[in-house]
């Protein structure tokens, strides 16, 4: 039924990082698999959506780990014409009053039924641009505050004049996945005002551009928000943009805060988990905040033995995930050895890739993602003479963990050592890897391949998380502290578990510690050991439950109906 809502125009999805393929490294982490995923899934609901990103020519970065765990980084340099379609398209921008000509390549992301959705990476790597000027579309999140300037003036003002050059003359939504493409918000402005010649701003003006953007914030923390100064923007973007900001009462104390920016110029807003919009509604209480959650697009996520499994009792899931909700017929026993052949096959990858053979009978846990203190990677290891004592008494373990820091995140990179360091503590008692290079191939192997998704952020920094739907989607169940989407998706015990209380915001290290520790030794182990036939339940409901819902077809549905054509 919602086919009715389907709007003449395009939305367009801006997003500074879109994770499309595994060897495509345009993207550093979530925020970047998320904008992929509501691609994708935009797609399989035939909407008519595009996406708009950088090219980042080296990428994020390569990460290697040398045997102490320090990690080394060198620059992803890849071939945009290997996959993208290059564009004939030219546009040019003032950036520090040099004109800076940029060029488009697309990509094509296919849904399941066929349908299409263009993503159009700029690039400014052009003979006829400065030395410099063709360098901002090379790094994701690299260099310092003015070069990320640069690129959000590439991404939001030459974005939007890119769209016009190849024909989005007329636009449902813009929707911003975060701050970083906030400055398109002053290029539809100055459209406006060109066409009607004023030098004030009239409240029609403003209403107009807000009646199309769309704003999505992702981080409940303050510094997580690009933040410039009024000297810089100025020099970057000149007098005009600078004008027009004030025209737009968006200077706070003479900063420019790209949240705020996005905010101030958009209808709709949310965060991407129900918490984290009551966050957010704390940190920004001017605005109306809503909150859409986080999903997963299913079929990406989804390991081949369980799409088989899948395939043979739900042959609608790809098209319509709700149907998962069906997984609930299918019996524990085929649960149990589909996710039994997704270890082994994890394994043995493992094995190619580090020489080291795990055991497919050991309790497996996985923990990968970005490190960065607030994910506490170490919380796991913060007693080691109890997990020793847990391994002796109630059965072996064995944990496999992956994630970049980024190359200027010092006390990320510690983490990483630090569980090197538990490694050789351990040594005799737990058997620990660490992957290099955590992407989205190894990302789907290893939340495929593992028997529990380890998830331990301190609260209420984790906004969503969305690596726990991804290892849901094959049945693998999450002990997560109860943050972000945890406190939608779990059932005690019958999607997986929680690692402390659902009330206050606040964590406590070593309450956590102890619930971590009291939950794998009590509940998880002696269940996974002792009751084989009833951890393939909860396998079970985690896709029945959890896979249903927290997928991206639910979400962009979401989006469709909550804010891409209300108020319309
Ligand atoms: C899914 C994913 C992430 C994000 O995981 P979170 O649980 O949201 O932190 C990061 N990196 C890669 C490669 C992923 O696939």
Redesign the pocket.
Known sequence: MWKAFIPDYPIIFFSMEI?LEPSMPT????LG?LAGDILRAAADLGLPMAGVSLIHRKGYFHQRLDGAGNQAESPAVWSPEEFLEALPERVTVIIEGRKVQVRAWRYTVQGVLGRTVPVYFLDTFLPENDPFDQTITDQLYGGDIHYRLCQEAILGLAGVAMLRDLGYEKVQAYHMNEGHSALLTLALLDEKLARNHLLTLAKEDREAVRRQCVFTTHTPVPAGHDQFPLELVQRVLGDRSTYLLTLAECWLKNTLNMTYLGLFFSHYINGVAMRHGEISRNMFPNYPINSITNG?HAQTWTCDAFKSLFDRHIPEWRRDNLYLRYAISITKEEISQTHRQAKEEFLVALEERTGVRLDLGTFTIGF???MTPY?RPNLLFSDPERLKKIVREVGPIQIIFG?KAHPRDESGKALIRKIFESQDLLKDAVKIVYLEE???A???HLCSGVDLWL?TPQKPQ?A?????M?AAMNGVPSLSVLDGWWIEGCIEGVTGWSIGEGRGTESDYEKEAAFLYDKLEKVILPLYYQQPEMYGRVMRSAIAYNASFFNAQRMVLQYLENAYIAGK
């Open positions: 994770g993207y550093s982490g979530g698999i997963v990968a993602r970005r994910k994630g955590y992407d989205m190894l990302a789907k998830n984790e969503s998380g969305t690596s726990g991804k």
